[in-house]
């Protein structure tokens, strides 16, 4: 049930700096850090006119403007979370050095370098409505609505399976050495279901990170029942996830998709039903008023900024790409290219800030941050700045 509000401080501020003197604790060098004119959003006009130096121009682009909504995770030194803050603070901070940013799963945060003014916290919710290929969470407290993510879905175990079952069978035949079949006893979820679950667990516990506390409060969706014991125990693969997602989240608060219609009809909110579309009132508008439910402050959505997230796809290390071939064999899938961990977060001087996909001839291959296209196929390691780790792709709509 919500909690009784309590009136504390809504944003995280830093104490004046002297004008004389200076502070040691807000120096830092430049030497692989993040600079300011890498703090701006995703999208590909100022990213571009970053990439070519010129900070003004994309300050101007109306994909910055728009991204000024935006809050930032704070940290304090310790790297223990504070209040969020907008964006044009935290750049203000970057600036003076107060702060340093930094990305943390493509997401742009700031870590304080002098001690905040105040350390309390408000009560944050998390509101999420999962679905089959599209999923939204909101993250809100009583006075703003901080983040709403839009993610897709993990589609594709289910093909990558069977592909897999198909090709021990053929091997199977083989007059060769090979593997044993595995018992399948003890398997009680099917990998495609597992992998659906384990994404948004994994989507949750990284909030967990960017803010001090959350409260989880989850839209229950359900399968159709027979009215037996034993067929109703675990007839359907979303029933069994859901129940594992349950688990590992403490039993969070529930509500049913007609409370969650209720909710939102009483705000006058409409939503989206093309479930492929990414804005506010496909997914987030459900995830955002279960969060409003749990904290409360809101009549209507102070934020409709949407963040989509992306799931890369590693594939599994093979001697040959199904089929055997001829000749020297050519690397194909694992986690790392060239000592990078794929889906890592790179500034290039070129292409500005992408991803880690394959590599080939020494070289590696770099992914737009926004759809995912490949850039290049020859770009050198050490023209590569690492910014941080992912295995998402962070766009902000």
């Given at each position: 049930m919500p909690k009784e509000k309590t009136k504390v401080k809504r944003e995280t501020s830093l104490a004046k700096v002297p004008a004389r003197g200076r502070l040691k604790a807000t120096e830092r060098a430049n030497h692989g850090r993040l600079v300011v004119s890498e703090c701006l959003p995703s999208s590909g006009n100022a990213c571009s006119s970053v990439a070519k130096g010129s900070t003004t121009k994309a300050l101007n682009e109306p994909s910055y403007r728009k991204s000024l909504n935006f809050f930032v995770p704070v940290f304090d030194r310790e790297n223990r979370p504070l209040m969020p803050t907008k964006l044009p603070?935290?750049?203000?901070?970057?600036?003076?050095?107060?702060a340093t940013p930094f990305y943390k799963k493509g997401l742009l945060c700031v870590r304080l370098n002098v001690e905040p003014s105040a350390r309390e916290t408000q009560d944050i919710s998390v509101g999420v409505d999962?679905?089959?290929?599209?999923?939204?969470?909101?993250?809100?407290s009583e006075a703003h609505t901080f983040w709403n993510f839009q993610a897709a879905a993990v589609t594709w175990v289910k093909d990558a399976i069977k592909t897999r079952r198909e090709m021990r069978r053929g091997r199977r035949f083989r007059k060769t050495p090979?593997?044993?079949?595995k018992s399948i006893q003890g398997r009680s979820m099917p990998p495609s279901t597992r992998a659906r679950w384990q994404w948004k667990l994994r989507i949750l516990k990284w909030i967990d990170t960017l803010v001090s506390h959350t409260d989880k409060v989850i839209e229950d969706i359900k399968a159709k029942t027979k009215g037996q014991r034993k067929w109703d125990k675990s007839f359907s693969p979303l029933e069994v996830g859901k129940q594992w997602f349950y688990e590992q989240l403490k039993n969070p608060e529930l509500k049913q998709g007609w409370e969650t219609k209720e909710l939102r009809d009483s705000l006058g909110l409409k939503k989206n039903y093309r479930k492929r579309s990414r804005n506010f009132n496909t997914h987030c508008v459900d995830s955002w008023v279960l969060a409003n439910w749990m904290v409360?402050?809101?009549v209507k959505p102070d934020n409709t900024s949407v963040i989509y997230l992306t799931p890369l796809r590693l594939h599994r290390r093979q001697l040959h790409r199904l089929q055997a071939t001829q000749g020297v064999r050519k690397p194909y899938g694992g986690t790392r290219s060239m000592g990078?961990?794929?889906?890592?977060?790179?500034?290039?001087?070129?292409?500005?800030l992408c991803y880690v996909?394959?590599?080939?001839?020494?070289?590696?291959?770099?992914h737009?941050?926004?759809d995912g296209h490949r850039l290049t196929q020859n770009a050198k390691v050490e023209d590569c700045r690492f910014r941080a780790y992912g295995s998402w792709r962070t766009n902000y709509v």
């Open positions: 603070r935290a750049l203000k901070w970057a600036k003076e050095n107060k999962p679905g089959s290929k599209e999923e939204g969470f909101s993250v809100k090979c593997r044993k079949q409360g402050g809101h990078l961990k794929r889906g890592s977060l790179v500034k290039h001087p070129k292409y500005a996909g394959g590599t080939m001839d020494g070289k590696v291959s770099l737009s941050i926004q």
